[in-house]
């Protein structure tokens, strides 16, 4: 080993700890909650940090074999494919215009978008909660994917604004010149372009539509449209002294996040990393 591969490697090793010590925090918590599902609760008391003695299984399948349960997915698939639709196509639009064209009040209408950021639900929520009422919303996923596809174009239009603004003018004005109307040039050339930054924000809206539980427990009093995070805070109401089962609960309600961020991680590491790559 040479001196400079020596010298890099001892930069690197801080690094390399850092990252093992996060790791940890973050996987230490999720391996003792799987394997505390697979215990009785009786076992759990005696043994808490332990390998279980005997694998209880039951506690996995009896919840997996609920109607219940699939019904909190469904619905939570639901709202957040709605909310990201809406978000995206709504939001690329709205950036497009703010990118790529030149009119009176555009700096102060956006400026009037990013100001949404600042905006926390907690205050929007008795005005919402009586004007979803008033448009007999309530019980209705619409009254949860309208509200939460408004709170996240802010961000996302920031995102994709951003990402436009870099699309080189040559090509618009090449397109143009071939006769592709402004939004011929958005739909056939900007948008293929702009996949890494769609994606990206795709994946944000996804999640903070599946995580989010004030909302829903706002709009929905009928448990057939309870969404999983507010399943969650109910089996945990009905099964508080049977601490197995809400862990074996619990892992399986992240296990479809999980699923889906270890699919899209890439796509949004890429669209991340694309705006500062390019140009």
Not at 164 to 192: K, Y
């Amino acid at each position: 080993m040479t001196a400079s591969q020596k010298t890099r490697r001892g930069r690197t090793l801080p690094l390399h700890l850092v990252l093992v010590v996060v790791g940890a925090v973050m996987a230490v918590p999720l391996l003792y909650a799987a394997l505390s599902g697979f215990k009785s609760t009786d076992e759990l008391s005696r043994n808490p940090v332990g390998l279980p003695e005997s694998w209880v299984t039951s506690n996995y399948t009896q919840i997996l074999g609920s109607g219940d349960f699939w019904r909190l997915i469904g619905n939570s698939t639901l709202i957040a494919v709605g909310t990201t639709v809406l978000i995206v196509a709504v939001s690329a639009l709205s950036a497009f215009s703010f990118a790529r064209f030149a009119f009176r009040g555009r700096e102060a209408l956006f400026t009037l978008f990013t100001m949404g950021l600042m905006f926390p639900f907690a205050v929007a929520a008795l005005p919402l909660f009586l004007l979803l009422r008033s448009l007999d919303l309530l019980d209705n996923p619409l009254g949860v994917i309208l509200p939460q596809a408004a709170f996240g174009l802010p961000m996302t239009i920031i995102i994709l604004r951003g990402f436009f603004r870099q699309i080189p003018g040559e090509l618009e004005e090449a397109a143009t010149l071939d006769g592709c109307s402004p939004f011929g040039f958005f739909w056939r050339v900007l948008l293929p372009m702009a996949r890494p930054a769609l994606g990206t924000v795709s994946v944000l809206a996804v999640v903070t539509s599946w995580n989010n539980f004030f909302l829903p427990l706002l709009v929905f009093t009928d448990a057939q449209w309870w969404t999983l995070p507010i399943g969650v805070q109910q089996f945990q109401g009905q099964y508080s002294a049977e601490y197995a089962k809400v862990f074996a609960y619990l892992v399986l309600a992240m296990v479809p996040a999980l699923a889906f961020y270890s699919v899209a991680e890439r796509q949004l590491v890429g669209g991340l990393t694309a705006g500062a790559t390019k140009g």
